[in-house]
T-cell receptor, first 116, second 112 residues
Framework: SAVISQKPSRDICQRGTSLTIQCQVD?????MFWYRQQPGQSLTLIAT?????????ESGFVIDKFPISRPNLTFSTLTVSNMSPEDSSIYLC?????????????FGDGTRLSIL | AQSVAQPEDQVNVAEGNPLTVKCTYS??????LFWYVQYPNRGLQFLLK??????LVKGSYGFEAEFNKSQTSFHLKKPSALVSDSALYFC??????????FGTGTRLQVFP
């Protein structure tokens, strides 16, 4: 099965700094997504990463805080900017190989981020 | 808006016994429903889906799920639990724009 790799797997950062998370898929995918999983909670979609254009953000998430790039069909980055302790979460990348909504998304192992 | 509910934070079951993890949904139109499992320090792994057709859906690792339209439920089941099934389980429904809406998760603990 296809592999979705995220880097880094975990990090501890100082407040006010920024961190860029990378998501690499080993084959071309149609859709890529970024989720946040706060401690002990469910997943919340941050945005859909669109290849060659601006990401589509969900309510409550803005580009200035979570800039996303997707330069090609196998790679995307999420930056968490000006971090505060409230940003401590697991950030997950997912991908879907078609644009059909009846097909599942597949997830990377996530980036565990702690802000001091 | 679409939503799913997982009424149990935790389910405990003895190894070898059948297990059920509950999920109910609220959608307009026909639901696309999914189950995922999350092991410690891992991402989510896809288990199975219901789109249309047979109400009993079979998936990975011996799991199955029963779609019940009248009860708006999509419960995850396994005839005989293993200790290695202990993990966090998420039910999800497809929302508009193809995004997934996840339930709050149910922690399954299988005791030897």
């Amino acid at each position: 099965s296809a592999v979705i790799s995220q880097k880094p797997s975990r990090d501890i950062c100082q407040r006010g700094t920024s961190l860029t998370i990378q998501c690499q898929v080993d084959s071309q995918v149609t859709m890529m997504f970024w989720y946040r999983q706060q401690p002990g909670q469910s997943l919340t979609l941050i945005a859909t990463a669109n290849q060659g254009s601006e990401a589509t953000y969900e309510s409550g998430f803005v580009i200035d805080k979570f800039p996303i790039s997707r330069p090609n069909l196998t790679f995307s980055t999420l930056t968490v900017s000006n971090m505060s302790p409230e940003d401590s979460s697991i950030y997950l990348c997912s991908a879907r190989w078609t644009d059909r909504g009846d097909q599942p998304q597949h997830f990377g192992d996530g980036t565990r981020l702690s802000i001091l | 808006a679409q939503s799913v509910a997982q009424p149990e934070d935790q389910v405990n079951v003895a190894e070898g016994n059948p297990l059920t993890v509950k999920c109910t949904y609220s959608v307009s139109g026909n639901p696309y429903l999914f189950w995922y499992v999350q092991y410690p320090n891992r991402g989510l792994q896809f288990l199975l889906k219901y789109i249309t057709g047979d109400n009993l859906v079979k998936g990975s690792y011996g799991f199955e799920a029963e779609f019940n339209k009248s009860q708006t439920s999509f419960h995850l089941k396994k005839p005989s639990a293993l200790v290695s099934d202990s993990a966090l389980y998420f039910c999800a429904v497809r929302d508009t724009g193809d995004k997934l809406i996840f339930g709050t998760g149910t922690r399954l603990q299988v005791f030897p």
